[in-house]
């Protein structure tokens, strides 16, 4: 197991395109989140699958954006009709968590987003 | 609203010296606490994680505490080497804010040759 895998690395788009992302999970881990990363900031929530259930999603995250995790097991990340605000690190963690609250965080390396 | 504050912002050391790195939180009621490392334009790496029961946790040169009552860890790594220049953040897991992690906005650390 090669850890959590994304792609693409970088994009460099349009404003007013479509991008989307992908996120492959470590195996078996059944929580998949997508954080929002700014420069200088922290990791910002946006949403969390447990299996193929969309179980939270941020106030982040606003009606162009919509993510899915198909079967659990990998996910997307879509955002339509970008804007220059949304350029960002987009990054993707798991966890297996079996009962009551998160354990151990494993996180991607990144999509780099760039609307020009 | 859970927040999570880390000081100081930006530390510069000479190699060698040990130093110690803060992380505060405003709600105790949390499940664990982690600590990454990240480069540059790259993405975190998890260093360690204190569950809510825990005490410390080490590994390596890195020791990281939790004193969740009074809502604050800090992670101390000792001799520090070039090589550990980056940006660390702490994460919580809060109980009553939903199943994610709420993180801090980083420590830069540069260790100087």
């Known amino acids: 197991d090669t850890g959590v895998s994304q792609d693409p690395r970088h994009k460099i788009t349009k404003r007013g395109q479509n991008v989307t992302f992908r996120c492959d999970p470590i195996s078996e881990h059944n929580r998949l989140y997508w954080y929002r990363q700014t420069l200088g900031q922290g990791p910002e929530f946006l949403t969390y699958f447990q299996n193929e259930a969309q179980l939270e999603k941020s106030r982040l995250l606003s009606d162009r954006f919509s993510a899915e995790r198909p079967k659990g097991s990998f996910s997307t990340l879509e955002i339509q009709r970008t804007e220059q605000g949304d350029s960002a690190m987009y990054l993707c963690?798991?966890?297996?968590?079996?009962?009551?609250?998160?354990?151990?965080?494993?996180f991607g390396q990144g999509t780099r987003l760039t609307v020009v | 609203k859970q927040e999570v504050t880390q000081i100081p912002a930006a530390l510069s050391v000479p190699e060698g010296e040990n130093l110690v790195l803060n992380c505060s939180f405003t709600?105790?009621?949390?499940?664990?606490l982690q600590w990454f490392r990240q480069d540059p334009g790259k993405g975190l790496t998890s260093l360690l994680l204190?569950?809510?029961?825990?005490r410390e946790q080490t590994s390596g040169r890195l020791n990281a505490s939790l004193d969740k009552s009074s809502g604050r860890s800090t992670l101390y790594i000792a001799a520090s080497q070039p090589g550990d220049s980056a940006t660390y953040l702490c994460a919580v897991s809060p109980v009553n804010y939903g199943q994610n992690f709420v993180f801090g906005p980083g420590t830069r650390l540069s260790v100087l040759p």
């Open positions: 204190i569950q809510s029961s825990q």
């Open positions: 709600d105790s009621a949390i499940y664990n």
């Open positions: 963690a798991s966890s297996l968590t079996l009962t009551g609250g998160n354990t151990e965080a494993f």
